[in-house]
């Protein structure tokens, strides 16, 4: 079946820092492949998406190519904000099919 | 821009007592999908559907159930709430899979439901 492998958190920064959250997948077939982020109190809302390899999806800052070869879709952001603080789910969708999530990855953001 | 709405958002019960939940979605979507969220094991899906009429088991569905009579409600029923229930109960909608801008799940606010 499909899964998705999420790097382990918490995951604390200091403002301005660089951020990596890594995500690696199996799947057969073609996913698309998706960063969904949930503030706290909040419900899970799309970040970015991306449907095909070599695909990068971008949205606030954030960034994550579709890597086929290494079937990963890490997410990065070259400055995060205390803002940012966040639960970060990465997820996988074959076409017309169940989404697949990590377990997601809590990053807080000091100032 | 009501989106994925759920109720209730809170809600306290007693061991052994009923209750449902409500989703609603005013997107027009075809999919609709209950899950779960506690802390340490990330989202497990219970309930899904593919379309009106349609539900379908998740991960998770022993204790739950659902109905989905009019596209855009989607129902979940605990018929004999357990401690083990104990967790945010998220509702999300989709539209049909395939092409590009699509895929994506849109999802409630979530709703706190502790059993004592």
């Known amino acids: 079946g499909n899964s998705v492998t999420q790097m382990e958190g918490p995951v604390t920064l200091s403002e301005e820092a660089f951020l990596t959250i890594n995500c690696t997948y199996t799947?057969?077939?073609?996913?698309?492949l998706f960063w969904y982020v949930q503030y706290p109190g909040e419900g899970l809302q799309l970040l970015l998406k991306?449907?095909?390899?070599?695909d990068k999806g971008s949205n606030k800052g954030f960034e994550a190519t579709y890597r086929k070869e290494t079937t990963s879709f890490h997410l990065e952001k070259g400055s995060v904000q205390v803002s940012d603080s966040a639960v970060y789910f990465c997820a996988l969708r074959p076409n017309a099919g169940k989404s697949t999530f990590g377990d997601g990855t809590t990053l807080t953001v000091k100032p | 821009n009501a989106g994925v709405t759920q109720t209730p958002k809170f809600r306290v019960l007693k061991t052994g007592q009923s209750m449902t939940l409500l989703c609603a979605q005013d997107m027009n979507h075809e999919y609709m999908y209950w899950y779960r969220q506690d802390p340490g094991m990330g989202l497990r899906l219970i309930h899904y559907s593919v379309g009106e009429g349609t539900t379908a088991k998740g991960e998770v569905p022993d204790g739950y159930n659902v109905s989905r009579l009019k596209k855009q409600n989607f129902l979940l029923g605990l018929e004999s709430a357990a401690p083990s229930q104990t967790s945010v109960y998220f509702c999300?909608?989709?539209?049909?899979?395939?092409?590009?801008?699509?895929?994506?799940?849109?999802f409630g606010e979530g709703s706190r439901l502790t059993v004592l």
């Open positions: 999300a909608s989709s539209p049909l899979g395939g092409g590009a801008g699509s895929g994506e799940l849109f």
């Open positions: 799947a057969t077939g073609y996913p698309s």
């Open positions: 991306a449907t095909k390899a070599d």
